[in-house]
């Protein structure tokens, strides 16, 4: 995808990346669209994300990665610094990375309809409204239950 075409999908601070039928994102072209801090790769065919995703775009505010095909998030997740809204709906997550502790201002989070093991699917709830999702975020985020699972 050229960078004049991402520039053209990009209204605001959104990055509109949604149903494009991507199997890789595009990390390096997103990350010189500074101005961009919130993305949306909803709807695609993801099935994983490379480590320089999570080093090369730390100035995103807001991810939407709902209804790809993600088994893992990369280990060092973490590096997204400024991440405050995480949307994984409706992948195949069965854990998160250890580093996920270090998202120190994520504020909401929504890990529905993906195969979440025990004991992070009880510290994550069903997260079902917005005041769910929020309390989903802070949980997870203090929580290292994730780190029993060998990730």
């Known amino acids: 995808m050229a960078k004049n075409s991402l520039r053209d999908r990009v209204d605001g601070n959104e990055l509109d990346l949604s149903l494009s039928n991507l199997s890789v994102v595009p990390v390096k072209e997103i ?18 994300l490379n480590d320089i995703f999570s ?13 790809n095909q993600l088994t893992s998030l990369p280990h060092n997740f973490g590096s997204l ?13 069965t854990t998160l990375p250890v580093s ?5 201002k994520l ?21 079902l409204n917005d005041a769910e999702c929020k309390k989903c975020a802070q949980k997870v985020r203090k929580c290292k239950c994730f780190m029993l699972s060998g990730v």
């Open 55 to 67: 080093t090369s775009l730390t100035h995103l505010v807001k991810i939407d990665l709902s209804k």
């Open 107 to 127: 504020k909401w989070l929504d890990l529905k309809d993906n195969p979440i093991e025990e004991p992070l699917k009880t510290v994550a709830g069903n997260c």
């Open 100 to 104: 996920f502790c270090q998202l120190i």
């Open 31 to 48: 990350a010189a669209l500074k101005k961009a801090n919130h993305l949306d790769l909803s709807c695609n065919q993801l099935k994983a």
């Open 81 to 93: 610094k400024n991440l405050q809204h995480l949307d994984v709906l409706g992948n195949q997550l």
